[in-house]
């Protein structure tokens, strides 16, 4: 009995909708980001600019991430998950109606900035909700959640925009990122730091651990090649005219990700 009860807290329903959030949350961009390039290309951008278009997200990132990860120690996870999450949809309808490449890039930055906010609290958020000592175990599932997105966005994001269009279809990711904003309104622990700690970290704001520097290194190095291939794979191999399923990619990554992570 007392191992079910200690279950049942670590699969709260509070952790439970963070988890299904999350995964709203990374289907939307992982849905999006495949279709990036070849849609700024119709609309006008040219290869050079279509490419700084697709990594605007990551240079958000590069620099809002430090900054998000001090004010997740000062402000509530659900504040910042929620604004995260309505820049997430705002930049993703954003992509719908844009007339031109230039507004697309402007609606890439303000997605970016959701996406730093939604990586960096949905992560904390979780693992201030389950137990120490089971964060480990929460955090594997919080990854299969990531992984599942992985898989199915891009395969049916690519599949899709091919029958209807990209405007249409990122009409999906859209709706993915505004599901994320209202499954977290029912999550009752907030993730509120104390006054204390919170006045103790107001007078500490650290842009960089030095420790971490090599470990960032190391992630950067795996990562990249990852986000170069998803973005380019998709105008690659029409312009190479090669008759594959490309969504199958991403599924077969999911999938090995997604062993990887039971086993580990």
Known sequence: MAKQNDEEKVYSKDVVLV???????????MYCNPLI????????ASSAFAGVIVGMMSIVAMFLRPIAGNLTDR?????????????????????????????????????????????????????YLVPFSHVGEAMSFYGIMNALAMAFAPAVSINLYRAIGYRDAIIISALSALMMVVTIQFVGNRAKPNATARTARSHHFKIIQRDSVPVACLV?????????????????????????????????????????????
Not at 37 to 44: F, S, V
């Open 19 to 29: 988890m299904a959030a999350s995964f709203f949350f990374m289907f939307s961009n």
């Open 220 to 264: 950067a190095l795996f990562a990249i090649p990852y986000f170069a291939t998803q973005a380019d794979i998709v105008t690659y191999t029409e312009q190479r005219h090669l008759p594959i399923a490309v969504g199958a990619y991403f599924l077969i990554y999911a999938a090995v990700l997604l062993l990887i992570r039971l086993f580990l």
């Open 37 to 44: 390039n070849g849609y700024a290309q119709e609309l006008g």
């Open 75 to 127: 402000f509530s996870k659900y504040q910042l998950s929620f604004i995260g999450g309505a820049l997430s949809f705002l930049g993703v309808l954003g992509y719908v109606i844009t007339p031109n490449s230039s507004l697309l890039l402007l609606f890439r930055l303000i997605n970016g900035a959701g996406y730093v906010l939604c990586t960096v609290c949905m992560t904390t958020w979780l693992s």
